[in-house]
């Protein structure tokens, strides 16, 4: 398996609280993404980054920023979490953004009350 | 835009008997294609890839997948399910035009192997 971590794994918080979860990984890959995953819409792309403080949106980046201030280290923020926010969250790594797959951590189940 | 879609929520076999999984495809140019297996409370695995060459490919846990570009599909097959091969299926594509690093992902196939 991909030397990728998410952390944390579980998380519950209330609506309006700030969020950050971490994307660690030892692969030394330049391409990093974060997606949801939710019932009936597959996996969908929040932000992704193509190198150290380079980053660029997706299709459902309302809400979330970005940071990456090292190869190893990606982190998605919600500001203010709402409640459709809720949602399982994936990072994934890739070698370059052609023709190599993405490889995937195990996610984080995050239940916004 | 590239999409791809995958039209059966769920698909039952009965274990032995052999197993497909549709995808279709919609991009501008020429396709990547990839076919990822998720398992409970996991992320997901990649199975197998389409970039060039033979239209078969082959890849892990004795999946294989056939690129059709006609039709644009490019569904998955198991000659043999197993009752371990349960679990959720996305294919997923990417338009091969410069400057595009985004994959698109289907709604995802569940695959009950039925002993």
């Known amino acids: 398996d991909a030397g990728i971590t998410q952390s944390p794994r579980h998380k519950v918080t209330e609506t309006g609280t700030p969020v950050t979860l971490r994307c660690h990984q030892t692969e030394n890959h330049r391409y990093m993404y974060w997606y949801r995953q939710d019932p009936g819409h597959g996996l969908r792309l929040i932000h992704y980054s193509y190198g150290v403080k380079d980053t660029d949106k997706g299709e459902v980046s309302d809400g979330y920023s970005v940071s990456r201030s090292k190869t190893e280290d990606f982190l998605l923020t919600l500001e203010s979490a709402t409640s459709s926010q809720t949602s399982v969250y994936f990072c994934?790594?890739?070698?370059?953004?052609?023709?190599?797959?993405?490889?995937f951590g195990d996610g984080t189940r995050l239940s916004i009350l | 835009a590239q999409s791809v879609a995958q039209p059966e929520d769920q698909v039952n076999v009965a274990e032995g008997n052999p197993l497909t999984v549709k995808c279709t495809y919609s991009v501008s140019g020429n396709p990547y294609l990839f076919w990822y297996v998720q398992y409970p409370n996991r992320g997901l695995q990649f199975l197998l890839k389409?970039?060039?060459?033979?239209?078969l490919v082959k890849g892990s846990y004795g999946f294989e997948a056939e690129f059709n570009k006609s039709q644009t599909s490019f569904h998955l097959k198991k000659p043999s399910a197993l009752v371990s091969d349960s679990a959720l299926y996305f294919c997923?594509?990417?338009?091969?035009?410069?400057?595009?690093?985004?994959?698109?992902f289907g709604k995802g196939n569940q695959v009950v192997v039925i002993p």
């Open positions: 389409y970039i060039t060459g033979d239209n």
């Open positions: 994934a790594i890739s070698e370059d953004y052609s023709n190599q797959p993405q490889h």
């Open positions: 997923a594509v990417r338009d091969m035009f410069e400057g595009n690093n985004r994959l698109a």
